[in-house]
């Protein structure tokens, strides 16, 4: 049985990983959770698979054998806007996460994780979640602590975001998946991707990730 998104149809998904063993452990996991896989091992392969059909799901590596994931991601996020993005990678320092979330990807995993754990961990993405290791969520925070604070008054907004949009911003920031920001905000679970879209075009940003970095940066959220 097929993994199936939101419209019904099944997920798809670009495994682009150059380890021979690691995609083939990878991809059989992911077939037997119900998704449709393509797979690639360089990163023209994936350029190439992706002048067939835009995945809903591009889950990569990073080191790649002619060129680096990161250009990937930000060739994916400019293209095809509303493709979830995860890096699966034995990069884990904070230059190569750092670098992956700036350029649009919404989840970073380590290769230590399962493939079946990893597998599920796409199910979530899907729904609305941001899944990252735990080892690199806490240099996230980490680096988000140490930061420069913002000096005494009031939050400055500068991009006008109305309370409802802060509200919305604040479930993004929690993980919490659309239907859920809906549920906890009586709202329709159509009515969120558009705010999620004015919040987007206020901050100037493109994903998830962003939203929430730019918020806590004006002191429109904490975490």
């Not at 797979?39 to 889950?59: I, M």
């Not at 929690?174 to 920001?181: H, L, N, R, T, V």
């Amino acid at each position: 049985m097929s993994e199936q998104g939101e419209t019904g149809d099944a997920i798809t998904i670009l495994l682009v990983e150059d380890d021979a063993p690691t995609c083939w452990r990878l991809q059989d996991a992911l077939v037997k959770a119900g998704y449709e896989v393509r797979s690639a091992g360089t990163l023209g392969e994936a350029r190439s698979a992706l002048g067939e059909a835009a995945p809903r799901v591009l889950l990569t590596d990073l080191r790649l054998p002619d060129g680096h994931g990161i250009e990937l991601i930000r060739e994916v996020r400019q293209r095809f806007p509303d493709t979830e993005i995860m890096v699966i990678s034995a990069l884990g320092d904070e230059e190569s996460v750092i670098s992956a979330i700036t350029v649009g990807a919404t989840g970073y995993l380590l290769k230590d994780a399962f493939p079946t754990d990893i597998a599920t961990t796409v199910r979530d993405l899907v729904a609305g979640h941001s899944p990252i290791s735990a080892s690199i969520a806490r240099f996230i925070v980490r680096r988000t602590q140490n930061s420069t604070e913002p000096p005494p008054g009031p939050a400055l907004n500068t991009a006008r975001l109305t309370p409802r949009e802060i509200d919305i911003l604040w479930g993004i920031a929690k993980g919490f998946s659309y239907a859920e920001i809906a549920s906890h905000l009586g709202l329709s679970r159509q009515t969120v991707p558009g705010h999620i879209k004015n919040i987007y075009r206020k901050l100037e940003v493109h994903t998830r990730s962003e939203a929430v970095f730019e918020a806590v940066q004006q002191g429109l959220i904490k975490l």
